[in-house]
């Protein structure tokens, strides 16, 4: 049956800073169908049931351009420590002693809850047993892209890049026909995976146009590295072993010069910008101004939940913007509705998914979210996509659609099965804090 979703306003994002009042869309099949002023939708599908929606602004579903969901479950374990400290002392240890797929699962399916009720109904994750992640993200009925992670090191998923790249694979073959579920190549960073299965993967890029999903540069000590032992920046590294072009997203992008900069811009390479995680970290500010005046394509992203603490794209957006104004100085960088683009269309064009998702236009899935903006907090509203960025909150996501169905209504998780999945996990999250809590750092 067509659903009419009557908002009060509605952001489609394309085309660009446009706001459209007493608008309808109708969804068929889990498909837009239609777009237009209410009434007149309304009288081209009298037997569609309305949902109606007044003082709600909605927007496309946003997209999490990089994350490690299964990392909700050590949120709070490691803060207050550089980068590398980080990953040595504290994540790389408990990794070692506790990863498996149980922990995937339910670390995922947490992250998914607070996602998805949260406006994010895609996520792009890079992490161990994505088999597990995908099983979590289906539970929940959210679009997830799942990265075959390669790393130089074993892990409990697996002996080393040959055989992460192998099970990958074969998990991308198995899934091909699952409509929410897409995948990119994955090498953890160009310090932690080495020159042969970079090159590797870029052959495996090319030939089955798959993203390549990284981190990059996220810290100056790693660049000085690169250099001291390659006689070049991480950039012109992956350049040489063929890496760089619009497939690859580049996660952090934070110690990035002007040549750097060029390079990027000329591959049309995107960057998965997440500033909370920069900051916590003390990684960082990324010069996302410069890179929006150079054309490059800028997403949003989390990181994970060890990093952040929160998987709030709202947030997260909202400090991006002030800090490439601020940065910058100039108070026009990363306007508004450029904002919403980064959180939106932004993401789904690196993920290759921008025919599907990442605006609200005929022919497009339904990945859609309503902001309340009846909130006492937020009247009166001038402008709604200046409220959204600016004032609103994740609290102020009322309504969720993941390819047509509806998955949130009043912030909360609709359907049976997402409700009782969440509920289980939660019940076993006191037996994973019990387990994670006994590993003492350095054992």
């Not at 506790?98 to 895609?122: K, Y």
């Not at 760089?244 to 000329?266: F, Y």
């Not at 991006?320 to 940065?327: D, I, R, T, V």
């Amino acid at each position: 049956m067509i659903e009419l979703i009557v908002p009060q306003w509605i952001a489609p994002v394309e085309p660009d800073a446009t706001v459209l009042e007493e608008h309808a869309i109708a969804i068929d099949d889990g498909r837009i169908v239609d777009l237009g002023p209410a009434a007149a939708v309304r009288a081209r599908h009298p037997q569609a049931r309305p949902t109606e929606l007044p003082g709600h602004l909605l927007i496309p579903g946003l997209v999490n351009l990089h994350g490690h969901a299964a990392m909700a479950l050590m949120r709070g374990m490691a803060d207050d420590l550089p980068l590398e400290r980080w990953l040595r002392e504290r994540i790389w240890p408990l990794e070692a002693r506790l990863m498996g797929p149980d922990l995937v699962f339910d670390g995922t399916v947490l992250a998914c809850a607070e996602m998805v009720t949260g406006g994010i109904t895609c996520f792009n994750d890079m992490y161990f047993f994505p088999e597990e992640t995908a099983r979590a993200a289906q539970a929940l009925g959210m679009r997830a892209s799942l990265g075959i992670i390669v790393i130089d090191f074993a892990s409990a998923y697996g002996s080393g890049p040959d055989d992460y790249l192998a099970k990958g694979l074969a998990l991308r073959d198995a899934m091909r026909d699952e409509p929410l579920i897409s995948f990119c190549l994955a090498p953890h960073a160009p310090y932690s995976v080495g020159s042969d299965a970079l090159s590797k993967v870029a052959r495996l890029s090319a030939e089955l146009s798959m993203p390549v999903h990284t981190h990059l540069q996220e810290t100056a000590a790693e660049v000085d590295d690169c250099l001291r032992l390659f006689g070049k920046r991480p950039l012109a590294r992956l350049a040489e072993l063929g890496l760089l072009g619009p497939e690859l997203i580049a996660a952090h992008s934070v110690h990035v010069d002007e040549q750097d900069l060029q390079l990027m811009a000329r591959h049309g390479v995107s960057v998965a910008h997440c500033p909370h995680s920069n900051l916590k970290l003390a990684s960082g500010i990324a010069p996302t101004a410069r890179m929006r005046a150079l054309g490059i394509n800028v997403g949003i992203g989390t990181d994970g939940a060890a990093s952040n603490n929160r998987l709030d794209l709202i947030g997260e957006a909202r400090t991006a913007s002030l800090l490439a104004k601020g940065a910058s100085g100039d108070a026009t960088a990363w306007s508004a509705h450029e904002t919403l683009r980064a959180m939106t269309i932004a993401g789904a064009s690196a993920l290759g998914l921008a025919d599907r998702i990442g605006s609200i236009t005929i022919g497009k899935r339904a990945d859609l979210v309503a902001i309340d903006l009846g909130a006492q907090e937020l009247i009166p509203v001038h402008d709604p996509v200046s409220h959204f960025v600016y004032a609103c909150g994740r609290e102020h996501v009322a309504e969720v659609w993941i390819d047509g169905r509806h998955v949130v209504r009043k912030r909360q998780l609709l359907e049976a099965g997402a409700l009782r999945t969440a509920a289980e996990v939660v019940a076993r999250t006191g037996l994973w804090q019990n387990r994670l809590g006994k590993i003492v750092p350095g054992d």
